[in-house]
């Protein structure tokens, strides 16, 4: 969705610029907007899987990208209430807080642990527990972590068994 209207598209900058400044406070560095469309070009190849994209966290480059042709930047807020059970929370930054998890994630393991965990599915009964964090969290490991941690990071408290878990796929504290 390449973005015409002048004003809609000052909306979704100032959008990115917040979620920006959430990563650089994190000491995490953001590919700029004027690159943003060339980098994810180059993280994904199909230009659907592209364009479903908000925010993603590229391992190789160790930079956060945001998505500035995604409709969710217009309005986070509502884009997330429409999505209430994909994400573990609706605060604003959820987002790019769930981007530094990977990060965090992924800078935690070692060479070895990246091919057991980052890349790791969820089993059946695992599928079944991330479906109390959210949606998004059922996908694989690294989505498990990213959303506990962003879901941490915005004061939820989840039991025991969601938390051995996040252990097992040794998940960092925000």
């Not at 109390?132 to 025991?160: C, H, I, N, P, R």
């Amino acid at each position: 969705m390449e973005v015409g209207d002048p004003e809609k598209r000052r909306r979704i900058h100032a959008a990115i610029r917040k979620a920006a400044r959430v990563a650089r406070r994190r000491g995490v560095p953001v590919v700029p907007l004027k690159e943003a469309r060339e980098h994810l070009q180059a993280m994904f190849d199909d230009p659907f899987e592209r364009a479903r994209v908000i925010a993603a966290y590229d391992s190789l480059d160790d930079v956060i990208v945001f998505n500035p042709d995604h409709g969710a930047w217009l309005d986070m807020d509502s884009y997330l209430r429409g999505h209430i059970r994909f994400f573990s929370t609706q605060n604003q930054h959820h987002l790019v807080r769930h981007e530094l998890g990977h990060r965090a994630h992924y800078r935690l393991l070692t060479t070895d642990e990246r091919s057991l965990l980052w890349h790791a599915d969820l089993t059946a009964a695992q599928r079944q527990l991330a479906r109390s964090v959210s949606g998004l969290a059922t996908w694989s490991g690294k989505e498990f972590v990213a959303e506990v941690y962003a879901g941490l990071w915005a004061g939820l408290s989840y039991d025991g068994d969601v938390m051995t878990l996040f252990d097992r796929f040794r998940g960092p504290r925000p």
